[in-house]
């Protein structure tokens, strides 16, 4: 049940970025579904690894072949589901905590949570250029 | 040929809506060749970086003709790139003419964003949905609720004043920070760093980070440096804007915040 919330709590929040990014009426639930999955994998992962860098490694991989699998059903750039479904798994809250444990005067757990903002971004970069590796003719294929 | 420059200046206008809108290098430096191709021209080159387009067309022959454009960063706007992208698709398809696809051009750069209303909603839902998303519960989402209708209006005002983007960063997240304080100072009882945290995510450069690593993939080095720069200048003002008030009200005002 809990997933299924997140699920929707997170496809909500991605329409809402997809509506500000002035995104296609017609492709806002497409946004919503590939951000919604994109979330539920990180979820799930960072639930039973307590890995937050292997959550968005795998979750950024799978909302990349989805944008790319919608963007070839859709005749759409894969631009438009990736840019919306990525925000659920961008560290805000790394950069956060880095900026706050800064101002308190806590350096060791200021570098802690930069280093872990570095690697979440690091593995969304691996994420992306993973997803983007897979030749295109195998979307094609797919479509027929 | 003797509309060489007509052809031309077409395929870099589209290219030049589509940079503009958020696409990445490849894809603008594809669809403007493409295009060009598609309307029988076979000598040409096609240059493009994250904020200009440098393309040249018969360069050996009489009606030789080349165009540059400066293409500042701007907002993404996704629905006009879905547009652009359909009608290149139709010009590679040769389903339109050069002055169709320029009428249909001009309609595509008409593509308005939501209203503002609906924006200023989705803002407040946004950073509701992340607080919730981050560990808040429906408290911290509710206060996230206001700060995100509250965050959208001062993006407006920074948007029709014509703000510099880093200095709107800056300000949003002042405000952000300033409006979270109630709660940090323990006057309404719901986790600050929550109500933060849902808050800033409508200003982090994930839009930034992501073209970036894309521009990197295709080896466009020079444009996935310029994103990756922008990213991290980015986050660097929300960092600021965000530290400034609690560190000013925890050594000015002794607040246990």
């Not at chain 1, 997140?6 to 497409?30: D, G």
């Not at chain 2, 540059?68 to 547009?83: D, E, N, Q």
Request: aromatic share 10%; hydrophobic share 50%.
């Amino acid at each position: 049940m809990s997933y299924v919330l997140q699920f929707f709590i997170a496809a909500v929040a991605t329409v809402t970025f997809a509506i500000l990014f002035a995104a296609p009426k017609k492709e806002l639930v497409f946004c919503g579904v590939s951000g919604g999955l994109a979330w539920l994998v990180y979820f799930i992962l960072y639930r039973q690894s307590g890995n937050v860098v292997l959550g968005s490694l795998v979750a950024t991989f799978v909302l990349t072949i989805l944008s790319r699998i919608l963007a070839v059903a859709r005749c759409n750039p894969a631009t438009i589901y990736l840019v919306s479904g990525i925000f659920p798994l961008v560290p805000g809250a790394g950069i956060y905590y880095t900026a706050y444990y800064l101002i308190s005067g806590m350096p060791a757990k200021c570098s802690a949570k930069g280093l872990e903002t570095f690697e979440i971004a690091l593995a969304i970069v691996f994420g992306i250029i993973f997803g983007f590796s897979i030749p295109e003719t195998l979307f094609h294929k797919r479509k027929q | 040929m003797d509309n060489t420059k007509e052809i031309l200046t077409l395929a870099v206008e589209i290219g030049d809506a589509m940079l503009r809108c958020g696409a990445e290098i490849y894809r603008v430096e594809d669809s403007v060749i493409r295009i060009l191709e598609a309307f029988g021209l076979d000598d040409f080159d096609a240059y493009v970086l994250s904020n200009g387009i440098f393309a040249s067309a018969n360069e050996s022959r009489e009606d030789a003709c080349s165009v540059v454009r400066y293409v500042p960063l701007s907002a993404t706007h996704l629905g006009k790139l879905a547009a652009l992208n359909q009608l290149t698709r139709d010009i590679c398809n040769h389903k339109c003419s050069v002055a169709e696809a320029s009428e249909r051009l001009k309609q595509c750069k008409k593509i308005p964003v939501y209203a503002n209303a609906v924006q200023l909603l989705a803002c407040g839902i946004g950073c509701a949905a992340f607080t919730f998303m981050f560990g808040g519960h429906l408290p911290e989402a509710l206060y996230a609720f206001f700060v995100g209708l509250i965050e959208q209006l001062a993006l407006f005002v920074c948007r029709k004043r014509k703000v510099s983007r880093f200095l709107t960063n800056v300000y949003v997240s002042l405000l952000i920070s300033l409006l979270s304080l109630p709660a940090a100072a323990g006057v309404i009882p719901v986790l600050h760093d929550k109500v933060v945290i849902g808050a800033i995510m409508p200003l982090v450069p994930g839009i930034a980070l992501t073209t970036s690593i894309r521009d990197f993939y295709n080896g466009d080095y020079l444009s996935g440096t310029i994103h990756l720069i922008d990213a991290l200048l980015t986050a660097l003002c929300i960092a600021v804007g965000i530290a400034l008030p609690i560190l000013l009200l925890r050594y000015g005002g002794n607040l246990p915040v």
